[in-house]
C-alpha cells in the first residue's frame, strides 16, 4: 500500500458521537483531509477537553498530520466534557478504546488501520485500549505515560502526592463538578478552585491528606478523591486478570523525558513490549512532563534538544507521521534492519546518539563507593566518592524531623503548571543538616553514564517506618550543583513494618535513569537524605502516613560505610570510544 499524497485541505468534523458498547455516546472532533479518499486513522482520547487547544494540540498538529494523509479523531474520554457518562479513571478506558478503535475503522473514510497516541492519561489510554486487541489497532506511540502494571503514582511504596493533589483539582474536579451541580452553586465551586490553586503550595502543607481541604469542600469530590489516594482505580481497571505490558503485542514507539515524572514507567514499557514484540522504539530527551522546549529547570541544552528540532531535522509530529505512515500506509511487519531503535539525547555533552539496546550492551555498571569521617552533612570535604571499597570508617548521622522536610528542588516532577521540574542548583539545599554529601574529585577525563542508577544503601533508624532518599548530582566548577536523577524509598515497602527498626539493613533506591557526561573539572555528588517534599508525602516516622495522620517525630538516621557495609552508587559508565 503506497504512502498517501499530502492534502491541502482540511475538513474538521466538531462532536462527532460514538457510541459504545453501552449505550453512552463519547464524542469527537476529527480532522481529515479533503480529497474523497480513505486513510489509515490516528486516535487520541483524552479526558483534557478536546477543544482545548493546550491539550488537543499540546505536541503533536492535527491539522498537520492531516494534511500529511492521515484522519486524527481527538476524543473526550467517558464522563469528560462533551461525552456522555461518568467519569471513572482508568477503569472504562479498556472496553472504551477498544469500541473506539473498532468503531474509527469502520468510518467511510477509513482505510480501516488504527494507531494511537497520546502523552500521559492519554498514553493510558493506549495501553488500556491494546490490552482488549481491538483487531483494527495496528500501531500506538505512548508518551510519557505510567506502567499498566507497575506503580504509576508512587515510588517504592511513597506517594507523588503533590501531583495527586495537583491533578484532582486542577486537571479534573471543573469539569468533573460541573457536570453535578446547578450554575449558580458551580459558580461559586470554580472561584473557590481557582483560589485553591493559586494557594497549592501552601495547602501542599495541610495534613492529613485524607481530609484535604480544596477537595472535602465539594462533597461530589470526596469519593473519587479517596479511591485515587487508595488506588482503587488502578486496581480495580486490572481487576479482570492479571497483565503486563508483555500481553501488548504490537507496534509502540515510546517517548520519554530524563526529567519526567513518568520516565522510569515509560523506559520499562519498552523493555516489556520488547520481550515479546520486537517492534519497538524509544526516544529520550531532556524533556518535563508534557514539555519540550530545549531549555528546562535551570539549564539550556541547546536548540536541537528542542522536541522541535530533534537534531535540527525532525520534530515530534514528523515523527508521528513518520511512525504511523510505516505501520498503516505500508504493509510491514518489522522495523527495517538498519533502524537503530533508540535515542538518546546526552546530557553534558549536549548531542543525539542512536543505540540498538537499553540498556547498551557496552555498560560498564561501576560501583563508586560512600567514604566519610563521620561529618558528610556538616562538612563538604568529608563525604567523598571513590571507585575504592570503604575499610573502616565512622558512620555518618543525621535527624530526620518531618515538619522540617528537605524541600523538592527540581528533577522528575509534575506540579501545577510545571513549577519547580528539571535540572537546579542544589548547592542551598546541600548546607542543611540532614542531607550528607558523598562528592568525587574533579574529574580529568570525561565520564559517561547512560542507563539506570542505583544506590545500595547500608543504613538504620530508630523508627518503625521512614524513608531514604538519593539524588546523583553534576558539580560544575564553579560550585553549582544540578541534579540528574533521583529516588526514595520506604522502609516499610521493603522489609514492612517495624521489623528493622535499631537495626542496620541494605537498601536498594532506584534512581531510575539518565545519560550524562561529567566533563573534566566537573565532579560526581550523591546526597542522601529521608525526604524530598512536597513531591513525596513525608514520612512522619511513626508507623502511619500522612495520608491518614498529622502526627509526626524526628528519628536518627545512621549510614553505614564500612568493610562489610559498603554504601555505594552504580553508575552506567560508557567506555569512550
Same mark, same amino acid.
Not at 535540572?423 to 562528592?439: C, F, H, N
Not at 542507563?451 to 521512614?466: H, Y
Given at each position: /500500500?503506497?504512502?498517501?499524497?499530502?492534502?491541502?485541505?482540511?475538513?474538521?468534523?466538531?462532536?462527532?458521537?460514538?457510541?459504545?458498547?453501552?449505550?453512552?455516546?463519547?464524542?469527537?472532533?476529527?480532522?481529515?483531509?479533503?480529497?474523497?479518499?480513505?486513510?489509515?486513522?490516528?486516535?487520541?482520547?483524552?479526558?483534557?477537553?478536546? #477543544?482545548?487547544?493546550?491539550?488537543?494540540?499540546?505536541?503533536?498538529?492535527?491539522?498537520?498530520?492531516?494534511?500529511?494523509?492521515?484522519?486524527?479523531?481527538?476524543?473526550?474520554?467517558?464522563?469528560?466534557?462533551?461525552?456522555?457518562?461518568?467519569?471513572?479513571?482508568?477503569?472504562?478506558?479498556?472496553?472504551?478504546?477498544?469500541?473506539? +478503535?473498532?468503531?474509527?475503522?469502520?468510518?467511510?473514510?477509513?482505510?480501516?488501520?488504527?494507531?494511537?497516541?497520546?502523552?500521559?492519561?492519554?498514553?493510558?489510554?493506549?495501553?488500556?485500549?491494546?490490552?482488549?486487541?481491538?483487531?483494527?489497532?495496528?500501531?500506538?506511540?505512548?508518551?510519557?505515560?505510567?506502567?499498566?502494571?507497575?506503580?504509576?503514582?508512587?515510588?517504592?511504596?511513597?506517594?507523588?502526592?503533590?501531583?495527586?493533589?495537583?491533578?484532582?483539582?486542577?486537571?479534573?474536579?471543573?469539569?468533573?463538578? @460541573?457536570?453535578?451541580?446547578?450554575?449558580?452553586?458551580?459558580?461559586?465551586?470554580?472561584?473557590?478552585?481557582?483560589?485553591?490553586?493559586?494557594?497549592?503550595?501552601?495547602?501542599?502543607?495541610?495534613?492529613?491528606?485524607?481530609?484535604?481541604?480544596?477537595?472535602?469542600?465539594?462533597?461530589?469530590?470526596?469519593?473519587?478523591?479517596?479511591?485515587?489516594? *487508595?488506588?482503587?482505580?488502578?486496581?480495580?481497571?486490572?481487576?479482570?486478570?492479571?497483565?503486563?505490558?508483555?500481553?501488548? #503485542?504490537?507496534?509502540?514507539?515510546?517517548?520519554?523525558?530524563?526529567?519526567?515524572?513518568?520516565?522510569?514507567?515509560?523506559?520499562? *514499557?519498552?523493555?516489556?513490549?520488547?520481550?515479546?514484540?520486537?517492534?519497538?522504539?524509544?526516544?529520550?530527551?531532556?524533556?518535563?512532563?508534557?514539555?519540550?522546549?530545549?531549555?528546562?529547570?535551570?539549564?539550556?541544552?541547546?536548540?536541537?534538544?528542542?522536541?522541535?528540532?530533534?537534531?535540527?531535522?525532525?520534530?515530534?509530529?514528523?515523527?508521528?507521521?513518520?511512525?504511523?505512515?510505516?505501520?498503516?500506509?505500508?504493509?510491514?511487519?518489522?522495523?527495517?534492519?538498519?533502524?537503530?531503535?533508540? @535515542?538518546?539525547?546526552?546530557?553534558?555533552?549536549?548531542?543525539?546518539?542512536?543505540?540498538?539496546?537499553?540498556?547498551?550492551?557496552?555498560?560498564? #555498571?561501576?560501583?563508586?563507593?560512600?567514604?566519610?569521617?563521620?561529618?558528610?552533612?556538616?562538612? /563538604?570535604?568529608?563525604?567523598?566518592?571513590?571507585?575504592?571499597?570503604?575499610?573502616?570508617?565512622?558512620?555518618?548521622?543525621?535527624?530526620?524531623?518531618?515538619?522540617?522536610?528537605?524541600?523538592?528542588?527540581?528533577?522528575?516532577?509534575?506540579?501545577? *503548571?510545571?513549577?519547580?521540574?528539571?535540572?537546579?542548583?542544589?548547592?542551598?539545599?546541600?548546607?542543611?543538616?540532614?542531607?550528607?554529601?558523598?562528592?568525587?574529585?574533579?574529574?580529568?577525563?570525561?565520564?559517561?553514564?547512560?542507563?539506570?542508577?542505583?544506590?545500595?544503601?547500608?543504613?538504620?533508624?530508630?523508627?518503625?517506618?521512614?524513608?531514604?532518599?538519593?539524588?546523583?548530582?553534576?558539580?560544575?566548577?564553579?560550585?553549582?550543583?544540578?541534579?540528574?536523577?533521583?529516588?526514595?524509598?520506604?522502609?516499610?515497602?521493603?522489609?514492612?513494618?517495624?521489623?528493622?527498626?535499631?537495626?542496620?539493613?541494605?537498601?536498594?533506591?532506584?534512581?531510575?535513569?539518565?545519560?550524562?557526561?561529567?566533563?573534566?573539572?566537573?565532579?560526581?555528588?550523591?546526597?542522601?537524605?529521608?525526604?524530598?517534599?512536597?513531591?513525596?508525602? +513525608? #514520612?512522619?516516622?511513626?508507623?502511619?502516613?500522612?495520608?491518614?495522620?498529622?502526627?509526626?517525630?524526628?528519628?536518627?538516621?545512621?549510614?553505614?560505610?564500612?568493610?562489610?557495609?559498603?554504601?555505594?552508587?552504580?553508575?552506567?559508565?560508557?567506555?569512550?570510544?
Amino acid at each position: /500500500m503506497a504512502k498517501v499524497k499530502e492534502s491541502n485541505q482540511i475538513i474538521v468534523d466538531r462532536e462527532v458521537p460514538c457510541t459504545v458498547r453501552d449505550g453512552v455516546k463519547l464524542y469527537a472532533n476529527i480532522y481529515r483531509p479533503n480529497d474523497g479518499g480513505t486513510y489509515p486513522i490516528l486516535l487520541c482520547r483524552l479526558p483534557y477537553n478536546k #477543544n482545548l487547544p493546550d491539550f488537543s494540540h499540546r505536541y503533536i498538529d492535527p491539522i498537520r498530520t492531516a494534511m500529511n494523509g492521515f484522519v486524527v479523531i481527538i476524543q473526550d474520554v467517558r464522563g469528560r466534557f462533551a461525552s456522555e457518562g461518568e467519569f471513572v479513571p482508568f477503569e472504562q478506558e479498556a472496553e472504551d478504546g477498544y469500541d473506539t +478503535v473498532e468503531w474509527a475503522a469502520q468510518l467511510p473514510y477509513s482505510n480501516g488501520n488504527v494507531g494511537m497516541f497520546g502523552l500521559s492519561y492519554y498514553g493510558f489510554t493506549q495501553l488500556y485500549a491494546a490490552l482488549e486487541k481491538p483487531p483494527s489497532l495496528k500501531a500506538i506511540f505512548p508518551a510519557m505515560t505510567g506502567s499498566i502494571s507497575g506503580e504509576a503514582f508512587s515510588r517504592d511504596g511513597v506517594f507523588n502526592f503533590a501531583s495527586a493533589e495537583t491533578w484532582i483539582l486542577d486537571s479534573v474536579a471543573p469539569d468533573y463538578l @460541573k457536570r453535578k451541580q446547578d450554575s449558580s452553586e458551580y459558580a461559586e465551586t470554580i472561584k473557590e478552585i481557582t483560589n485553591d490553586l493559586d494557594n497549592i503550595e501552601k495547602w501542599h502543607d495541610f495534613k492529613p491528606i485524607n481530609q484535604w481541604p480544596p477537595v472535602m469542600k465539594h462533597p461530589e469530590l470526596r469519593e473519587l478523591f479517596g479511591k485515587y489516594l *487508595n488506588k482503587v482505580y488502578l486496581t480495580e481497571s486490572l481487576s479482570k486478570g492479571t497483565f503486563s505490558s508483555e500481553d501488548l #503485542n504490537l507496534p509502540a514507539y515510546h517517548l520519554a523525558g530524563w526529567y519526567d515524572n513518568f520516565l522510569g514507567p515509560t523506559i520499562k *514499557n519498552y523493555q516489556d513490549m520488547k520481550k515479546s514484540y520486537h517492534n519497538q522504539k524509544l526516544i529520550i530527551g531532556p524533556w518535563g512532563h508534557g514539555a519540550f522546549s530545549s531549555e528546562i529547570g535551570e539549564r539550556s541544552f541547546g536548540i536541537t534538544s528542542s522536541g522541535l528540532s530533534i537534531e535540527g531535522k525532525e520534530d515530534i509530529t514528523s515523527l508521528h507521521i513518520n511512525w504511523f505512515d510505516y505501520w498503516l500506509n505500508q504493509e510491514n511487519t518489522v522495523l527495517p534492519e538498519d533502524d537503530e531503535p533508540i @535515542k538518546i539525547f546526552v546530557m553534558g555533552i549536549n548531542q543525539w546518539r542512536s543505540e540498538k539496546e537499553w540498556p547498551l550492551k557496552r555498560t560498564n #555498571n561501576t560501583p563508586f563507593y560512600f567514604h566519610s569521617d563521620g561529618k558528610a552533612n556538616s562538612n /563538604m570535604d568529608s563525604g567523598t566518592l571513590t571507585t575504592v571499597p570503604p575499610e573502616a570508617e565512622q558512620a555518618d548521622q543525621f535527624v530526620y524531623d518531618p515538619e522540617s522536610p528537605v524541600p523538592t528542588n527540581g528533577g522528575s516532577v509534575l506540579f501545577y *503548571n510545571g513549577k519547580n521540574a528539571g535540572p537546579r542548583d542544589q548547592s542551598g539545599i546541600e548546607q542543611r543538616k540532614d542531607v550528607l554529601i558523598y562528592s568525587s574529585a574533579p574529574i580529568d577525563t570525561p565520564i559517561e553514564i547512560t542507563g539506570w542508577v542505583k544506590v545500595v544503601l547500608w543504613a538504620s533508624t530508630d523508627a518503625p517506618d521512614t524513608d531514604f532518599t538519593a539524588k546523583l548530582v553534576d558539580v560544575f566548577p564553579d560550585g553549582t550543583a544540578y541534579n540528574l536523577t533521583d529516588g526514595i524509598v520506604r522502609v516499610s515497602h521493603i522489609n514492612g513494618q517495624g521489623r528493622v527498626r535499631g537495626k542496620t539493613v541494605k537498601y536498594a533506591i532506584d534512581l531510575w535513569a539518565t545519560s550524562n557526561v561529567f566533563l573534566p573539572g566537573h565532579r560526581i555528588r550523591v546526597e542522601i537524605s529521608s525526604s524530598n517534599y512536597p513531591w513525596y508525602d +513525608v #514520612n512522619p516516622n511513626t508507623g502511619e502516613t500522612t495520608l491518614d495522620t498529622s502526627e509526626m517525630v524526628q528519628v536518627t538516621q545512621t549510614i553505614v560505610h564500612d568493610s562489610e557495609h559498603s554504601s555505594h552508587v552504580v553508575l552506567p559508565v560508557i567506555p569512550a570510544e
